[in-house]
T-cell receptor, first 114, second 108 residues
Framework: DAGVIQSPRHEVTEMGQEVTLRCKPI?????LFWYRQTMMRGLELLIY????????DSGMPEDRFSAKMPNASFSTLKIQPSEPRDSAVYFC????????????FGPGTRLTVL | SQQGEEDPQALSIQEGENATMNCSYK?????LQWYRQNSGRGLVHLIL?????REKHSGRLRVTLDTSKKSSSLLITASRAADTASYFC????????FGTGTSLTVIP
């Protein structure tokens, strides 16, 4: 199994540009999570999907952030327009059932907004 | 505010010594999980302890849970240089939260 795959691994963009982060969860996993990690705020859960349906998006910072999961093998996190304070490492994780069980993390996308 | 707070924030020990990290949380939970993160990498699950369990072992790891005090500890015995990483607790009381993490350095 290839594990959780994220792309791109690094993204540098200018303020105001649209950014799209991609994630492929482990096959057979029913839950997918997007996290943001910064020194100041630590690791924050942004959104949680179960069976492709958003269950909890209370961690999404504002309307500039949106996430989709069109099928069981693909999810995107979009930031439009991006701002310097969005600079962080974004992780995608998946689990067989829910966050009550072991989550498998991807390698992360390091986003820098200039 | 975050559900889990960990202490110490940083810990430095000699190889072969034991390392203990603590996690405190605020609301009732179903499970508590511990994860490790090596620098620049994603998190790796270490162990899950259910709210009705008090202690659990996995190799050199020992986790305890005291629901009355809303706290957990992670003990790594006979530490190795490869254990150098950040360690996070994660709780699922209502919402899912990661703690602030403990940065462990094991000196060879």
């Amino acid at each position: 199994d290839a594990g959780v795959i994220q792309s791109p691994r690094h993204e540098v963009t200018e303020m105001g540009q649209e950014v799209t982060l991609r994630c492929k969860p482990i096959s057979g996993h029913n839950s997918l999570f997007w996290y943001r990690q910064t020194m100041m705020r630590g690791l924050e859960l942004l959104i949680y999907f179960n069976n492709n349906v958003p269950i909890d998006d209370s961690g999404m910072p504002e309307d500039r952030f949106s996430a989709k999961m069109p099928n069981a093998s693909f999810s995107t996190l979009k930031i439009q327009p991006s701002e310097p304070r969005d600079s962080a490492v974004y992780f995608c994780a998946s689990s067989r059932t829910s966050y009550y069980n072991e989550q498998f993390f991807g390698p992360g996308t390091r986003l820098t907004v200039l | 505010s975050q559900q889990g707070e960990e202490d110490p924030q940083a810990l430095s020990i000699q190889e072969g010594e034991n390392a203990t990290m603590n996690c405190s949380y605020k609301t009732s939970i179903n499970n508590l999980q511990w994860y490790r993160q090596n620098s620049g990498r994603g998190l790796v699950h270490l162990i899950l302890i259910r709210s009705n369990e008090r202690e659990k072992h996995s190799g050199r790891l020992r986790v305890t849970l005291d629901t009355s005090k809303k706290s957990s500890s992670l003990l790594i015995t006979a530490s190795r240089a490869a254990d150098t990483a950040s360690y996070f607790c994660a709780t699922d009381g209502g919402q899912f939260y990661f703690g602030t993490g403990t940065s462990l350095t094991v000196i060879p």
